[in-house]
C-alpha cells in the first residue's frame, strides 16, 4: 500500500508538471510544506508518520522512472521525499518533463574520461544512495541525543543503525560494481575508436540539450569525415530527444502478455493482442522523434538525416562488395525462413546491388549452439564461438574493413540511447578477445581486434520486404538499431502494434526496443 503521504506528494508533483514544462522546483516545495504533517503516534490524521506502512522501490522506481533507490526505502518522512525529489529535479533540464527519458539520466558535471567509464545510469544511483547515507546518519545522531524523544521514533535506534550501515554497504557494492564495471580498451583495437566516437557524440548530444559549449575531446585517430557525421548524428538525436511523442501503451505489460518464443506472424494471436493493448490514434512520424510508452520508457529512437552521404556511400560500397554472399544467401525452402526467402526479395532497378541476407560476426554460435555468459571455459567444455563464413579469408577482412565507419556511427548512438547496452558490449568484445587470444584462435582475435561495432552480429539486408514479425530471443529491454542507405522509392516502416508509420528514407538510424 501507498502512504497517503507520499501519494499526495506525487500528486503535487505531477500537477506541476502537467501544468508547466518549465517546472518551477520552489513553487512544487512550497505546495508539498502546505500538507499537514504529525510525527506523534498517539494522532491518526492523513500524514501520521509513525503508522506509515512500509513501502519497497519498485512502485518507486516505475512511478519515478530515474530514481533508484536498492531494497527497501525506510518509513519515511516527509522531509525525506523532498529530499530526494529535489535531487531528482535538479539533474532535468529545465526543458524536459521528469519520468520521459529513463535511460538519458543527468551524471555529474565531469564525467570521468578514461575508456569504459561507468555509465550515467550508475553515476545517478550513487548521489541518491549517498544522500539516503546522510538523512539515516543525521536521523540516528538526533535521536541519540534526545532519549525523551524515544517515544515518537519511527522505529529503535537498532533499526535504523541497522538502516545505516546497509545504505552504507550500498554505497560500497556500487563503488566495487563500477570498478568492474571499468572496460580496458587495448589503445590498438579498432573498438578504441568507437570509444572515442561514443564519447564525442555523447558530450555533443548533451551539450545541445543543455545548451553549454562542447568541451574539448581526444579525437584519436577519428577522421575529419567521420568527426562530421559523428556531430550530424548527436543533432539529430538532439532534435528528437527534444519532440516525444507519448504513447498510452505500457510496454512492460505488454511484453509480459506475450507467449514465450512468440513470433509474431500468427494473425489470430495479433489480433488478440491488438484488442488487448489497442493504439489510441495512427501516427505518420517524419520527423526526428523519440516514442514514449506510458511508463516513461523509451522504446523509439526515430533519426532520419542522421547518416551523411559520406557514410552512405561506404554502406552502399560495401553492399556491393558482398554480391556473391548475397546471391547464395537466398533460399526457395519453407517460406517460414522467410528472412531469406526468394519471396521477399526484389531486384534493384539498376541491378548493381543484389537482393540478399547475410549476417557478419567475428564471434558467434553456430544455429542451436546458443551460450550464455562470458567464456570463462575451455573450448572442449563447449563455449566455442566462431568466426561467421562471410568474415574467413581475404574476403572478409575486406569486408570488415569496409564497414568499419559505418558501425562506429551506429555504436556511437548507442551511447547516448542505451549506456547500459553499450558498455555490456564494449566489455563483451574485450573479453572475448582475451578468450580468444588465451586459446591461440588466431584468426577469431584479428577480427575482434579490427572489429568496431558494440554489437556481436551485423546483418545486411538488400531489397527485402519484411514482413509483421518479433524477435523472440531478443530481451524486451535491449534496443536493435537499423540503418538504410541507397536510391529506393518511398518505404514504410509499420510498428502496427504501437499505431505508428515511420517514414523509412535512405540515411536514416532507427532504434526500438525489441
Known sequence: MIPQLLKDVLSIMIAHTL?????????????????????????????DIAHMPDYFNDWWKESLGC????????KSCVQDVMDLVRWHFSQLPDHVRTGLLPYIVQGPDELPDTPGSTSCVQWHRTPIGRELVDMLQIRMMNLRRSSDQLA??????????????????LIDQLNIDDSQ???TIPLDWALYQTYLAGELVHEIFTSTILHRPVKDMDLGLLDIDTCIALEQLANVMATAYSNPVHLKIDMVR???ALDKDESGRSEKREEILFNKFPPEKDRFLTTPSVVIDSGGRIIVWYLPGALTAMIMNDIHGATHSMSGLMKHSITTGKISQWRTHRSNFHPSPDGIITPGCINISPAWFQQEREKHGFPNLDPEDGFSPEVSAALKGDAGRNIMASLQRSSIIVSAALRVIHPDLYW????????????????????MHHHLQCWTSIFNVVSIICNRRTPPHRDPKCRPAAFDIMTTAGVYQPV???????????????????????
Open 19 to 47: 501544468a508547466d514544462w518549465r517546472l518551477d522546483v520552489n513553487a512544487i516545495f512550497q505546495d508539498i510544506w502546505a500538507l499537514r504533517l504529525s510525527a506523534d503516534s498517539k494522532k491518526f490524521d492523513d500524514y
Open 67 to 74: 530514481c533508484r533507490v536498492s531494497d527497501m526505502l525506510p
Open 152 to 169: 515518537g521514533l519511527v522505529g529503535p535506534i537498532d533499526e535504523i543503525t541497522k538502516a545505516v550501515s546497509s545504505s552504507q554497504a
Open 181 to 183: 564495471a571499468m572496460v
Open 254 to 256: 505488454y511484453n509480459d
Open 424 to 443: 555490456a558490449g564494449m566489455e563483451t568484445q574485450v573479453r572475448l578477445g582475451k578468450w580468444a587470444a588465451q586459446y591461440q584462435l588466431d584468426d
Open 492 to 514: 514504410i516502416m509499420d510498428f502496427m502494434n504501437l499505431g505508428i508509420k515511420f517514414l523509412y528514407d535512405s540515411g536514416l538510424i532507427l532504434a526500438s526496443s525489441c
